[in-house]
């Protein structure tokens, strides 16, 4: 019985020797991801479920990243980390990510400056990001977490994907999740991409072709040579948007960068575990399989008011724009922002425009890379970028009001985040237009949506 | 299983999102709290666009919506997998969801919840139906009639899932099945 990549995965993790799609399987879970805007919910129904006493499964598999709604004055916001936290020091969670090193509680102060951080030393930002800067991604694993962007993770060669408050609680109490297991879609892409191309228009292609449902209930898996040259940030830029095609996981097969990366992460943090990668079987069934060619995609936009709303950016280059944002799981790590300093360097952004590092990692980064005596940080300030060193969700998904980056009035966005349906980033009214980083720069510079391969020399 | 569900429907098109479901700004709510389940009630279709939408599920101020189903297109609950989004409908006091088809993740916290009965329908019906339209839904027969009409609009049973949803969701089914030992805790 042959078997793709997920199958494979999830037949070893319920112990069985093969599966086939439909099937219902126990799986055991390698890690458990939560928030801080599921993570009390999931706790509420833990307790409810398992009793006041219960202990977790595991404190080593439990992962819990505050992120969403962190530098806000919202009370509630702040109290939801508290409740992380208490509950943290209850069980023994051994990885939790604290906004603050010193306990106490957490509350933001707006009156501080934006160039200065208000978290701490563990604090790590977006969890998507964070899980595998930590060490916590590895090859063959099953990574489960409160948020539908946990399918980024897919990028390692693992199955990853977004779960509700009660599976999750369940996950806590047991380390198992019933799960059906997908039909698999195989994308091979082939070829490399052309200048001014970025992961982001990769996905935003597919998403164009397949729909927004296209993959509902599905895994995808992408393969082909076109893969070894995609950096794993590129990966996870294709594996985080999976979900926007409905899908349950997307998973790339794990090659020596995988490897590399996992095993690099893993010793910086301290979170070295064995793990034994798994490839798909030669011979597997798949129920769809396309072949993409890196090198014929062009910048991609999705349209307002859904991610399969494509076109070219150089088609709708005279839609009109009041913003600019770069930031998320999806547009906000080291190379997303690099990618955007390249376009801008040197230039002035026309419209109002906001960068919010996915995680102080990033921050780092970017202040640390030195390009002619300028940091990519100080390529994009100079230009004109709203920059903030809360790293965060921020504007990606709207948030309490005074969000860093938020719509709140009903203007026209282009944003290197993941949906762009009506109020995600804020106003119900807003318009938000998809594109990746050397798109969103720009855009910035022009003021409407523009080629990026104007911009570029 | 309840056998049956009449109400008042709410109508709604293609793609409705979690966004438009539970706006984000409301998801510092915690569904366990109880005082904060019924907030989250107040809210839910906050999200969707008031010029598409002028009817609204929610009256201001009103903790109990007038209705009772959803009938929806293609999609409905695509996006992410804040649980708050059925917690938000059942708790506004919405029983079924009878759409076209569903993303995945909602889907699942409906079952997993048992806050709603998520059931695609066999066609595709938000285009023949008008909200404040008064329906039956027979679940046993898996069939949707208007009231006072002969005519059936067939859904499709739950399947596979059905043993869920019937013992009351995810943790009542472990009971059954002997993965959960531990009685809930009633507050």
């Not at chain 1, 604290?98 to 400056?113: C, E, T, Y």
């Not at chain 1, 944003?415 to 119900?428: A, L, Q, Y």
């Not at chain 2, 609950?77 to 569903?102: M, N, Q, T």
Request: with cysteine; aromatic share 8%; charged share 20%.
């Amino acid at each position: 019985m042959k078997m793709t990549l997920t199958e494979k995965i999830l037949a070893r993790a319920s112990e069985v020797s093969h599966v086939i799609p439909g099937d219902s399987a126990m799986v055991s879970v390698d890690i458990l991801m939560t928030h801080d805007v599921c993570g009390p919910g999931t706790i509420g129904v833990f307790k409810r479920e398992f009793g006041e006493d219960a202990r977790v499964w595991d404190p080593e598999k439990l992962v819990i990243i505050p992120d969403h709604y962190i530098f806000t004055s919202d009370s509630r916001s702040n109290r939801n980390v508290d409740i992380l936290r208490e509950f943290v020091a209850d069980q023994g969670v051994r990885y939790f990510y604290d906004v603050i090193d010193d306990g106490g509680v957490w509350r933001f102060d707006p009156n501080k400056s934006l160039a200065l951080p208000q978290y701490g030393e563990q604090y790590a930002g977006v969890c998507h990001i964070a899980l595998p800067e930590k060490g916590h991604t590895r090859p063959g694993e099953v990574l489960v977490g409160t948020d539908s962007h946990t399918c980024t993770a897919g990028a390692f060669g693992e199955f990853a994907t977004g779960i509700g408050n009660t599976d999750a609680a369940f996950v806590m109490g047991t380390g198992r999740i019933l799960l059906r297991i997908p039909e698999t879609m195989y994308f091979r892409l082939v070829g490399e991409l052309s200048g001014g191309v970025m992961a982001k228009d990769i996905i935003l292609h597919i998403i164009g072709d397949i729909g927004f449902d296209g993959a509902t209930y599905k895994a995808m898996q992408f393969g082909g040579e076109g893969v070894a040259a995609m950096s794993m940030e590129d990966r996870m830029t294709v594996a985080n948007m999976g979900v926007e095609a409905g899908a349950k996981n997307a998973v790339f097969e794990a090659d020596a960068r995988t490897h590399a990366f996992v095993d690099a992460a893993a010793q910086a943090n301290g979170t070295v575990r064995p793990y034994e990668t798994i490839e798909p079987d030669v011979g597997a069934r798949y129920v769809y399989e396309s072949t993409v060619d890196l090198s014929s995609l062009e910048p991609t936009v999705a349209m307002h008011p859904d991610p399969s709303q494509r076109t070219t950016a150089h088609a709708c280059r005279d839609v009109k724009l009041d913003r600019a944002y770069i930031g998320s799981c999806t547009g906000g790590k080291t190379g997303d922002f690099e990618a955007f300093a390249r376009v801008v360097r040197g230039k002035r952004v026309v419209i109002d425009t906001f960068g919010v590092p996915a995680t102080p990692q990033v921050v780092r980064e970017l202040k640390a890379t030195e390009n002619g005596g300028r940091s990519a940080w100080d390529v994009l300030v100079e230009a004109g970028v709203n920059m903030t060193v809360s790293a965060g969700c921020a504007a990606c998904l709207g948030g309490p009001s005074d969000t860093f980056g938020r719509l709140n009035e009903p203007l026209s966005c282009i944003s290197t985040t993941n949906r762009n349906f009506p109020g995600r980033m804020g106003h119900p009214d807003a318009r938000i237009h998809l594109a990746s980083p050397y798109t969103v720069a720009a855009s910035a510079l022009a003021g409407h949506i523009a080629d990026p391969r104007d911009y570029l020399e | 299983m309840d056998d049956t569900i009449v109400g008042k429907v709410y109508v709604v098109g293609d793609n409705i999102d979690t966004d438009q479901i539970i706006p984000a700004e409301y998801l510092s709510l915690v569904p366990t709290i109880p005082q904060e389940y019924q907030q989250l009630g107040t809210y839910a279709l906050r999200g969707l666009p008031a010029d598409q939408y002028p009817q609204r599920l929610m009256e201001p101020e009103s903790v109990r919506s007038d209705y009772t189903v959803i009938i929806a297109g293609r999609n409905f609950g695509c996006g992410s997998s804040r649980e708050h989004a059925p917690i938000a409908l059942g708790a506004a006091g919405i029983r079924i969801v009878i759409a076209e088809s569903f993303a995945r993740i909602f889907f699942r916290n409906c079952v997993a919840t048992g806050e709603l009965y998520p059931i695609e329908s066999q066609y595709r019906l938000c285009d023949d139906f008008r909200t404040g339209d008064r329906v039956e839904v027979n679940l046993t027969a898996s069939q949707l009639r208007t009231d006072g009409s002969v005519a059936m609009f067939p859904l499709k049973p739950l399947g596979e899932v059905e043993e869920v949803v019937a013992a009351g969701g995810l943790f009542a089914y472990a009971r059954r099945k002997g993965w959960v030992q531990q009685p809930a805790v009633v507050s």
